[in-house]
């Protein structure tokens, strides 16, 4: 009981010395103190984690409102980490501005407090109140710049759709607590778990925060405002992809129970989050700015690790979503260099793929891996499966790159490794969370691989095909997203209109002035 109460204070104090510290900038920018906060909570949240897993100590529920489960202690460990690597970036980032230091290192500290706030919560109401408390915080980032108009109308689309979040989470909680007559999340896995279906109520629960995970992962058609706001700093977008908008997936595996058991809120998931995965993948392939890229990138894997969920692969969406983190923070805070490589491969010559490069990549990946299903006997689903052949046969295929060639022989050794890798990550993860069989059975199953194939075929239409006179037309719809920011905003700004700022207009140039906000 005692290492219950320690191990509650300890992971609470990791908000609370955030939000401390936040105060600490008054006189001056004190990025050490914000840095060694990281440090604590890494080291609080990795020890928990060990001692919890090894079964070393039981934590239990000390104070009930804290969660000593294995997914919020590795989640609290990767946010941890996250936060220390962009608060070292952010103090050379921001260096030069003592009032600009100050304002930006005290909204840093208090979005990481909420984040780290959610993640710790076993009661649904602190969850909420830690949600909307990240809103409010980002909010203030995604604004440093209040000239730049993009920025503002970016910030502007982002608070419409993260109040839509809040009511849908909001809902979702209302309804679990009146129907199970608890705030605490515990007590509804333990409900849940004598249940063999779900009533009407939790139905609409389970609807309720499946929209709001799909509208806080940014997926079609809400999607504009992740790829404008590219405008705020660089760390800003570091600290957005790499956690903040992962919450929609934490929020999925943490009502587990409660989604395995909901076939409408699985299918909401598939069908739109099926649809973001690949239509924003192929979107991707059509833009030139690396930010930009990599923000279609982030909607896309959001997009793929609702599906996981919705598959009942709660272990496959847990581990994506730590490397997902992990690169997009390495990706954004490297997106200097990022720009020079891209560079270099578009003014290197490439050698297309033969057909029988195609032919040869898909036999000897598609191989590798209905080899590794027999002889592991791998349960379905499989569409996971298919979309690692996919990836596999890309990676044969196209083995004579823009900077270097290789064998077959190498690239199929290295496929084999690639998946041995990610089997043993995979089975490793059971550690923490196990994957559920859900209701949507074969049928989701086969939606997805279809969807997955259909990505394969665009794949190679965008990138080997652009200058066939049939695909101008393909090319330009998926360049601009299908146009459905432009719909989206002209609605947003008609229902909820905003005041964007004036550009900056020399004395000496006499510019109309409804030419400012074109």
Known sequence: MTSAWIGSLLLLAIPGLFFVTSWAHERRANWNVTMAVALIGLVISASSGFLAIAGIVEFGHGFSWVTHEPVSLVMLSLISFIAYINVRYSR????????????YIRWLSITLGFVTLVVVSNHMMMMLVAWIGISVALHQLLIFY??????VLAAHKKY????????CLFGGVMILYYQHDTWLISDIYANLSQAETLTY???IAALFLAAAALVKCAQLPLHGWLIQVVEAPTPVSALLHAGIINLGGFLMIVFAPLLILSSAAQWLLLIIGGLTTVLAALVMMTRA????????STMSQMGLMLVECALGLFELALLHLIAHSCYKAYAFLNSGTEVESTMKKRLSKSVPPTRADWWMGAILAGALV???IVVAQLPAPYSPWILLAIALTLLIAERRGRLSTASVFSMVGLAAILLAAYTLQKMGIHFIVEPKATTVGMAGDIWMGVLFIAFFAGYILLRYHRDNPAMVSVWRSFYAGFYLDEFVTRLNLRLYPT???VRFKPKHLKIPKEELFK
Request: no cysteine; proline share 5%; aromatic share 6%.
């Open 92 to 103: 050379a980032y921001m260096a030069g501005n003592r009032e600009e230091e100050k304002r």
């Open 499 to 501: 005041r964007l700022p």
């Open 289 to 296: 700015t690396v930010k930009v890229r990599l923000a279609w």
């Open 201 to 203: 109520a939790d139905q």
């Open 160 to 167: 419409i759709f993260a109040r839509i979040a809040e009511i």
């Open 146 to 151: 209040p000239e730049r108009q993009r920025a």
């Open 370 to 372: 209905i080899a590794l």
